[in-house]
């Protein structure tokens, strides 16, 4: 928010000296002593113009001239360093947390972006490797709702392919019908592993397979109800785990439901240029410096469709149906190379939208990678499960004399936001190591500290048993200015965190505030403040209200109690 509002004034100290030179961003000073903000721009126009970066710094600072700004000083060989003014800050703030966006700037009103997450496989239980795709994305739909955009939520899901032979093969000779009623999904996983292990025995099952998708893609009445069977119960599964994890989807577009639009965008794609026949196969090339030596297979030899196929009559869908501005697709970072082929041919059918994939680093066990085939893959219920008994064990101990239910609510929450939070607090493109430890542990940076910083100013105000007048709000001591500061910076985290496509830099700022938050009603007194009680109490209002923003934008449920 603080460099939003004073960039105006740098773009035109820039402009005085170089039209042509975009002024550097300011960035909070490393040390506070030396001020709140810095501006290291003179460093580098300095250079173009051969001139000393101190001597253009010192020229330049006597121009600054902003409300904001109580101080503006040159420092070494040419920052200039930033110190703000207190009554602004006060203002600022005050006004901030009463307007219902949190003075979020509305960078996306008017507009609209299609966000794909998730997207499990059908016939499978989702386990801790679907965890991140669902939490980054649902995390960037949150945001981008906060910044005034239209978004659709997409599951794109898969529920067409191969895995449908194997499961048709399986199921016609093992299934075990009981054991469906009981567990459809759970009986589904077993045939499927069963396969793999048989087939690794017996090579012909393989052939079987294929003989059985290629009938389901034709329209076997037999097959086709299966199938259905199959969706609709997963379906059901994959809700239930939502539910829990507080994710909802606007749309759940599976892979089936582009297969009658595959043979026309392969026809186009051929009119157009953007493909070729190659030794009986429709390929893409790419004369994009990156890409230059991949191909991109559009339709196989023997006429099956690709992902390629798939994904490009989804984007023709999305676009025809919700013209978004944007079009964001969260999947793990092994997709890479495919996203970048997809965008390319995109815009040579002159798809000028955005386009991002917003990857992520892998999830694995200390032993390894997983998978379903070899059935050692954590399943996320069982990983909800335990974080909730986790914290529930926590929430007896500390809140006894809560109601039974009350606890029962607040660990469920807790457990699960627990893994929220240790999900996206992590930057997005690391690889993370499953720990059981590492996710679930209820202290330091974690959402249990901000949830119960948040619970801890709330206490606070009905203790108070008064409205706060956030007027009333000022600064009379360090460790007031220091929270005033944490809160007016919030616009930016949430800004940089939307720009960036990481959550974790929103996390970063909600513990700032916590720490601080922690820090002052510790060493303050608030509700025996004295004349300073009406300030405190704002300054605590205005911390609740900004945690409360910003754990909703994360998805983790902002309690009044724990």
């Not at 996983?189 to 059985?212: M, N």
């Not at 495919?338 to 999830?363: D, N, S, T």
């Amino acid at each position: 928010m603080i460099p939003t509002l004073l960039a105006p004034v740098f773009d035109a100290l820039g402009a005085s000296v170089d039209p042509t030179a975009a002024p550097e961003p300011l960035v909070p000073c490393a040390n506070p002593a030396h001020g709140d903000y810095q501006w290291n721009w003179c460093f580098r126009v300095a250079k173009l113009l051969k001139q000393n970066p101190r001597a253009l710094a010192e020229s330049l600072v006597g121009g600054v001239s902003h409300p904001a700004i109580a101080k503006a000083e040159v420092a070494g060989p040419g920052f200039v360093n930033l110190g703000l003014d207190d009554g602004w800050l006060v203002r600022t703030v005050a006004e901030m947390v009463q307007d219902p966006r949190l003075g979020v700037g509305q960078t996306g009103a008017g507009k609209t972006v299609v966000i794909d997450f998730s997207s499990p496989n059908v016939a499978k239980r989702m386990h801790i490797g679907h965890m991140r795709s669902t939490h980054i994305g649902h995390a960037l739909y949150r945001l981008h709702a906060a910044a005034g955009w239209t978004v659709v939520g997409d599951n794109h899901i898969g529920d067409w392919g191969t895995p449908f032979g194997k499961l048709i093969v399986a199921w016609n000779r093992w299934r075990d019908d009981s054991a469906y009623a009981e567990d459809a999904i759970g009986e589904l996983e077993r045939l499927y592993v069963l396969f793999g292990e048989r087939a690794e025995a017996e090579p012909t099952l393989a052939d079987e397979a294929r003989a059985e998708i290629a009938k389901l893609q034709a329209g076997d009445a037999v097959n086709t109800a299966l199938w259905k069977r199959f969706l609709v119960d997963s379906l059901a599964e994959f809700d239930t785990v939502y539910r829990r994890m507080g994710v909802s989807f606007d749309v759940v577009l599976g892979e089936s439901t582009y297969q009658p639009m595959l043979a026309q965008v392969v026809e186009d794609l051929l009119a157009s240029g953007s493909a070729e026949i190659s030794d009986g196969a429709v390929i893409a090339r790419f004369p994009e410096p990156e890409l230059k030596d991949h191909v991109a297979v559009v339709r196989k030899k023997d006429g099956a469709a690709t992902y390629m196929t798939t994904d490009l009559a989804a984007m023709r869908h999305r676009l025809a149906t919700w013209k978004p501005a944007r079009i964001v697709i969260v999947t793990d970072m092994r997709q890479q190379l495919h996203f970048k082929q997809l965008f390319a041919v995109a815009r040579r059918w002159g798809v000028g939208i955005e386009l991002q994939h917003a990857w992520f680093g892998m999830l694995s066990l200390p032993e390894g990678a997983m998978s379903t085939r070899k059935g050692n893959v954590i399943r996320l219920v069982d990983l909800l499960d335990e974080a909730v008994d986790r914290a529930r064990a926590v929430v007896d101990a500390k809140s006894p004399a809560l109601a039974e239910a009350e606890r029962a609510a607040i660990a469920e929450a807790v457990g699960v936001a627990a893994i929220r939070y240790a999900d996206l607090s992590s930057h997005p493109q690391t690889n993370v190591t499953f720990q059981w430890d590492r996710m679930l542990s209820l202290d330091g940076n974690t959402a249990p500290y901000l949830m119960y910083s948040h619970a801890r100013c709330a206490s606070l105000l009905a203790k108070a048993g008064e409205a706060p007048d956030l007027g009333r709000l000022a600064i009379g001591h360090p460790l007031e200015r220091a929270l005033v500061l944490a809160l007016a910076r919030y616009p930016e985290a949430v800004a940089g965190a939307l720009a960036t496509y990481r959550p974790n830099l929103l996390c970063d700022h909600l513990f700032e505030v916590a720490n601080v938050v922690n820090r002052f009603y510790h060493d303050l007194p608030v509700l025996s403040g004295g004349e300073a009680r009406a300030s405190r109490l704002a300054l605590v209002e205005a911390s609740r209200r900004v945690l409360s923003h910003g754990l909703t934008l994360l998805g983790i449920p902002a309690l009044d109690r724990m």
